[in-house]
């Protein structure tokens, strides 16, 4: 079946810097996709959301973009901090009534100081 | 608002003993889920619930029950536990007219769950 999945496993940053996490996803019906925050020990956390039919979205401090073209998904973290530090999961929703979720692995991000 | 909660947040069991987990939602949410999390698995959904008394399978529902007697509530059973079944249990709500987008989830903290 299709899936979500990340190109990078990992990624170190320093303080400051902008962060750019990417997410492939295989699933032409994909319809709504998610970024998840997830900090050792607790849940997900929702960061942000993005429609098939919008390019970007911008909320505080991170911006996704998706490219339907070569079904890639960015999340980008400006001026990234040491409370960034966490695993950061895409998900993609493909449509219909039940508003099931299909997750990628997850990309550690860890910001240096 | 609390959220997602679960209980137990931990918990030791021994091969063949029996649990139920507990996951309660506040967001009046219609749909409710439970996931499972392994290192390098990423989640993997188990059951979900698209109302109350209402369930249906997900990707790795072998060794599990559920149940959703009530709206807010949802439960996951494990009948005669495995040391497969180790790991953190996440439960998820979504589909509300509490703010965001139906498909969004929300999680709870996770249940750690250790078999011997």
């Known amino acids: 079946g299709e899936s979500v999945g990340l190109h990078l496993p990992t990624l170190s940053v320093q303080e400051g810097d902008n962060s750019i996490i990417n997410c492939a996803y295989s699933n032409s019906a994909s319809d709504y996709f998610i970024w998840y925050k997830q900090e050792s020990g607790k849940g997900p956390q929702f960061i942000i959301d993005i429609r098939s039919n919008m390019d970007k979205r911008q909320g505080q401090r991170v911006t996704v973009l998706l490219n339907k073209t070569v079904k890639h998904l960015s999340l980008q973290i400006a001026a990234t901090q040491p409370g960034d530090s966490a695993v950061y999961f895409c998900?993609?929703?493909?449509?219909?009534?039940?508003?099931?979720?299909?997750f990628g692995k997850g990309t550690l991000l860890t910001v240096n100081p | 608002n609390a959220g997602v909660t679960q209980t137990p947040k931990f918990r030791v069991l021994k091969t063949g003993q029996s649990m139920t987990l507990l996951c309660a939602q506040d967001?009046?949410?219609?749909?409710m889920y439970w996931y499972r999390q392994d290192p390098g698995m990423g989640l993997r959904l188990i059951h979900y619930?698209?109302?109350?008394?209402?369930?249906a399978k997900g990707e790795v529902p072998d060794g599990y029950n559920v149940s959703r007697l009530k709206k807010q509530n949802f439960l996951l059973g494990l009948e005669s536990a495995a040391p497969s079944q180790t790991s953190v249990y996440f439960c998820?709500?979504?589909?509300?007219?509490?703010?965001?987008?139906?498909?969004?989830?929300?999680f709870g903290p996770g249940t750690r769950l250790l078999v011997l």
């Open positions: 998820a709500s979504s589909y509300g007219l509490a703010g965001g987008s139906l498909e969004t989830q929300y």
């Open positions: 619930s698209v109302g109350e008394g209402t369930t």
């Open positions: 998900a993609e929703n493909i449509g219909g009534s039940n508003y099931k979720l299909t």
């Open positions: 967001m009046n949410h219609e749909y």
